[in-house]
């Protein structure tokens, strides 16, 4: 607003109206204080969306089967905040599921029909705590381009 180089008096207080107390939708926000927001928000609660709370990754794919970018998906971020990693934690995501589905089959225990999707809140969010089994497909799966590997470990 005054620019780099002057330096800020009293009379420019009228130009810096981030220093004042102000309202925001009929909610009173002093000036010392620092609104967050919460993400959730922006990444499940949408209005376009049936049935937001409900765990469903296949909203996110077209007929395809290809991603596709929702707007109320923001997991990185957006605008001049957005996460600089994104695409390296994109790729390190798919290769280490990819590889970690190639390998192992994924099953809830004997007499388990399903876990709880409710999320532990505090200051990050935390899936309730579950049991799963994690069954090897084969030798050949875990590791595919080991020549070292002659038979499957007992």
């Known amino acids: 607003v005054l620019g780099p180089f002057l330096l800020i008096c009293y009379e ?40 937001p709370r409900q765990f469903s990754p296949s909203r996110f ?8 970018s929702r707007e109320a998906f923001l997991p ?10 994104e695409q390296l934690a994109r790729s390190e995501l798919f ?26 809140l505090g200051s990050t969010m935390q899936p309730q705590p579950y049991k799963l089994c994690v069954v090897p497909r084969g030798p050949s799966t875990l590791w595919p381009s080991d020549p070292g590997i002659a038979e499957w470990p007992q």
Not at 12 to 36: E, S
Not at 39 to 51: A, G, N, T, Y
Not at 61 to 68: E, I, Q, S
């Open 95 to 120: 290769i280490f599921f990819a590889n970690l589905l190639r390998a192992f089959t994924f099953t809830l225990p004997k007499g388990v029909k399903k876990f709880s999707t409710k999320l532990i």
């Open 61 to 68: 794919l077209a007929k395809k089967g290809n991603f596709v």
């Open 12 to 51: 420019d207080r009228k130009n810096l109206p981030y220093t004042n107390d102000t309202t925001l939708q009929g909610f009173p926000i002093p000036k010392v204080k620092i609104v967050h927001f919460d993400m959730l928000v922006f990444c499940v609660i949408s209005v376009k969306e049936e049935s």
């Open 76 to 85: 990185f971020s957006t605008g001049s905040r957005v996460c600089l990693g």
